[in-house]
């Protein structure tokens, strides 16, 4: 239960700091620049994303795990009642999980959009294009696959990820995406004020920053296997502790 | 591939087609939002330039707030009055008489006419140089670094010889180029003629301290306050009452003009024909370019 709540936090620690969706692997770069140019904005987007990528994440799981994966319950039970038995045994739908998941992500947008208007109009007013614009955002989509690969790929059954861990991973994302933003809202709006030579003004200067930014974000790299050491229960640390040099007492506080 | 997997492939995306339609079909009906078919029809006649001009967000914003709030139908600086008349046709009311709105700038000192410039090395914007003191003596003119060019998105300003100059052809009428300006020497104004007469200078010191910054500068002189009963003179600046303009006063306005002794009252707007006659056979340069020479020092500052 504790390796699990460590596992848990690691996976939402490292989804929004260490592999940032924006920074590490530049997916959802269209967002990030369009929608950058002021703080409010460019928060409101990151929470709609956190909003849409929490359902995607969740629909997703749920078809992956049912339906798409070699072996899905469901899709067994189908071919095993409407075809032969051993036609249940090779199920494996997975070809069809960039179509599934797209369909499930445009769809649930459009749900949520239309939840949002009726119910919160104030929101719907503030969000405005970018719930729509959600649905082609490719951090999403990128955050479905994660979680397919984490499901699918994996030797041991027991591996797999359940529905906690890529609901952390997809919420760790939304607010990693939510910082680079913000972050970046806030330097553009210090850019307007400067003097950008002109082959470097508009999109330019903003990949650059986006550039420089992730390279800030290099600095995470390696944080999550010091939080697991730090976190580990205690054998780990005295495993540590010996192989630690006893004499300078760095090692020994973790 | 086998037929197994290409028909539960089949079968997959047609159950998810049937319970996601479901599900919006049903969402549809049951988050359905009551919308004023009116302001739809409003957004459909605007031109949806969203430019800002009517001082709502955009063209969505002030369909929405013709319909709901009683915003006049005759803001859009864009359409003009055959957008006014169709907006209005979908309200159901009469439209009042519209003007164009269109901006003044309200100096006149090109680059040569101001005295007490200093090199200015900061950044080459206007906002940034207000805040400098003793870019230049005047205090209320025209700094000449084009904020409000930057801020035209119809290419209608520009700085030319160190004064922002209006393009009247191209110019919409949104106002962003007053917004923008630091200095608020840039008003926008309803012009009830295609040329219309403008004060052209903010400053509102007494006679002699604008002597001591300016060339062309207002001396609040009151000459042309004694010519004609349009100008009231406030602040040491004489302002235009536009509301009791006719074609009588004419006269006494063209002798206030000569009187000025500094020649600041001008017509602004579209050239009169006589203005296009006598420049009709000068070529047009190819490109107007905001002319940097507000600081001694040539090379341009890049932080």
Same mark, same amino acid.
């Given at each position: ?21 924006? @920074? ?19 928060? &409101? ?28 319950? #469901? ?18 739908? $997975?070809? #069809?999980?960039? +179509? ?30 970018? #719930?729509? @614009?959600? $649905?082609?955002?490719?951090?999403? @989509?990128?955050?479905?696959? +994660? ?35 913000? +972050? ?28 420089? #930014? ?6 995470? $790299? ?26 300078? &007492?760095? &090692?020994?506080?973790? | ?7 539960? %492939? ?10 996601? %339609? ?17 302001? !739809? ?15 709502? *967000? ?19 600086? *864009? ?18 008489? %519209?003007? /164009?709105? =269109?901006?003044? *700038? ?7 006419? =101001? ?67 630091? =200095? ?10 295609? =040329? ?5 200078? %903010? ?30 003179? !406030? ?19 063209? !002798? ?14 579209? /050239? ?13 340069? !190819? ?17």
């Amino acid at each position: 239960m504790f390796s699990y709540l460590i596992d848990i936090f690691l996976i939402g620690v490292v989804a929004a700091l260490i592999n940032n969706f924006v @920074l590490y692997y530049f997916v959802g770069i269209c967002p990030f620049v369009g929608v950058s140019r002021k703080i409010s904005t460019a928060f &409101g987007m990151g929470c709609a994303v956190i909003f849409v990528i929490s359902i995607a994440a969740l629909i997703s799981w749920t078809i992956t795990t049912f339906v798409l994966m070699p072996g899905a319950p #469901l899709t067994r039970w189908v071919a095993a009642h409407f075809m032969t038995p051993e036609a249940a045994a090779g199920v494996d739908l $997975t070809i #069809l999980s960039y +179509i599934v998941y797209i369909f499930a992500i445009a769809s649930s947008v459009q749900f949520v959009e239309m939840y949002v208007r009726k119910f919160f109009p104030p929101l719907y007013k503030a969000l405005g294009v970018y #719930l729509p @614009l959600i $649905t082609t955002n490719c951090a999403i @989509l990128f955050a479905c696959l +994660i979680i397919m690969s984490k499901i699918v790929g994996v030797d041991n059954p027991a591996d797999a990820w359940d529905l906690g861990r890529g609901l952390t991973l997809a919420v760790g994302g939304g607010i990693g995406f939510t910082i680079a933003i913000v +972050i970046m809202a806030g330097i553009r709006e210090e850019l307007d004020l400067c003097d950008v030579p002109k082959p470097f003004q508009g999109a330019a200067i903003t990949l650059i920053v986006a550039g420089i #930014l992730a390279m800030g974000f290099m600095g995470f $790299t390696g944080v999550d296997s010091g939080l697991r050491k730090a976190m580990m229960p205690a054998p780990a640390v005295a495993a540590q502790a010996q192989t630690a040099p006893a004499a300078d &007492g760095t &090692g020994a506080n973790q | 591939m086998n037929w197994v997997t290409i028909s539960l %492939s089949a079968a997959t995306l047609f159950g998810m087609a049937v319970v996601i %339609s479901y599900i919006l079909g049903w969402a549809s009906k049951a988050f359905y939002v009551k919308v004023d078919p009116r302001i !739809e029809a409003i957004i459909e006649a605007l031109p949806g330039a969203n430019c800002g001009g009517c001082g709502f *967000v955009g063209c969505a914003d002030y369909a929405e707030g013709v319909v709901l709030s009683g915003a006049a139908v005759n803001r859009c600086p *864009v359409g003009g009055a055959a957008c006014a008349a169709s907006v209005a046709a979908i309200m159901g009311i009469e439209v009042d008489e %519209s003007y /164009p709105q =269109r901006p003044i *700038v309200h100096c006149g000192a090109h680059y040569e006419d =101001r005295k007490g410039r200093t090199p200015y090395f900061g950044e080459m914007t206007c906002q940034a140089a207000n805040m400098v003191a003793g870019v230049q003596a005047c205090t209320y003119g025209c700094l000449g670094f084009g904020d409000c060019t930057r801020a035209c998105k119809y290419d209608a300003i520009h700085v030319i010889d160190g004064l922002a100059t209006v393009d009247y052809d191209k110019c919409i009428g949104c106002g962003a180029c007053g917004s923008v300006c630091p =200095r608020n020497i840039i008003t926008i104004t309803p012009f009830k003629k295609s =040329r219309i007469l403008a004060v052209g200078c %903010s400053n509102k010191d007494a006679g002699r301290e604008v002597m001591a910054v300016c060339e062309v500068g207002c001396i609040g002189c009151k000459a042309c306050a004694k010519k004609s009963e349009l100008f009231k003179i !406030e602040d040491n600046l004489p302002t235009i009452d536009y509301e009791h303009w006719d074609a009588e006063c004419t006269l006494d306005v063209m !002798e206030a003009c000569e009187k000025c002794p500094r020649n600041r009252l001008i017509f602004v707007g579209e /050239p009169s024909p006589a203005d296009i006659a006598a420049t009709k056979d000068k070529p047009l340069p !190819e490109v107007v370019e905001a002319d940097f020479k507000t600081t001694v020092d040539d090379t341009e500052w890049r932080g």
